[in-house]
């Protein structure tokens, strides 16, 4: 009787393990499905690190530096004062160059009084002109009709002539007056492009921030000559920070 019951209880002791290795084979296969799905949409990596942009500010004007208003290592916001180049020689060229505009203004003025003038010298021309013209034709008439002499009539021709060279006269002042006015105006227009000019470079002895961030190796001292063009100043831009990372 226990011989029989032995032999009864091996089937099942056979069917519980043949389980448990298939429940552990479906677990691998169930973990091996999820890491692949996983894995196929999710990307890791221990190899990342956070930069950001270094802004190398540089002066647009060549000056000494007489201010530095920042630190070292400083949290700036745009639009700070981070240095000042020496404005004295920016602002006497910008004296200079409003002297000169004035001065043009001044001419071109009087070159439009001047023509001014000759347009009055051409039209008593003209009306001497226009008389000496009737008068020519008097004398013409009467010394043709013997009652008037020759002499008259020469007389008469010599003043037309002279008449007819005085509108031809002031005509050439006129033409001369135009073109002085507009030599005048090109100058005038040049010596405000100049004194722009001018005071744009005073506008930049001042340096300011051009974005948020922080200051960098920051090296310039008072004294020192800022160079149009060459980085003076570097920022560390706040709002350019970013993760870069080596999959």
Do not use: C
Not at 12 to 37: C, D, I, M, N, P
């Amino acid at each position: 009787l226990s011989h029989t019951d032995s032999t009864k209880q091996e089937p099942k002791a056979e069917t519980s393990t043949g389980r448990r290795v298939l429940y552990a084979l479906a677990a691998v296969l169930g973990l091996f499905l999820l890491w692949e799905g996983v894995t196929s949409v999710v990307a890791y990596t221990d190899d990342a690190y956070v930069r950001s942009d270094l802004v190398a500010f540089s002066p647009e004007v060549t000056g000494h530096v007489v201010g530095v208003h920042v630190l070292d290592n400083q949290i700036v916001r745009r639009g700070d004062l981070l240095i000042t180049i020496d404005p004295v020689p920016f602002q006497l060229a910008v004296d200079a160059r409003k002297a000169a505009l004035a001065a043009t203004i001044a001419q071109a003025q009087a070159d439009r009084d001047t023509a001014i003038a000759a347009q009055y010298r051409l039209a008593a021309a003209e009306a001497a002109a226009k008389l000496a013209n009737e008068n020519q034709v008097r004398a013409a008439q009467l010394e043709a009709d013997a009652f008037a002499s020759r002499q008259a009539l020469d007389t008469a021709n010599e003043v037309q002539r002279r008449a007819s060279a005085e509108v031809d006269t002031a005509n050439a002042e006129i033409a001369r007056a135009q073109r002085m006015i507009a030599l005048s105006e090109a100058a005038s227009a040049k010596a405000q492009a100049e004194l722009a000019t001018a005071e744009w470079n005073l506008s930049r002895t001042k340096m300011y921030a051009p974005v948020d961030g922080s200051i960098n190796n920051l090296s310039v001292r008072v004294g020192d000559t800022a160079r149009a063009d060459s980085p003076l100043i570097g920022i560390v831009d706040a709002n350019a920070f970013r993760i870069i990372a080596n999959y």
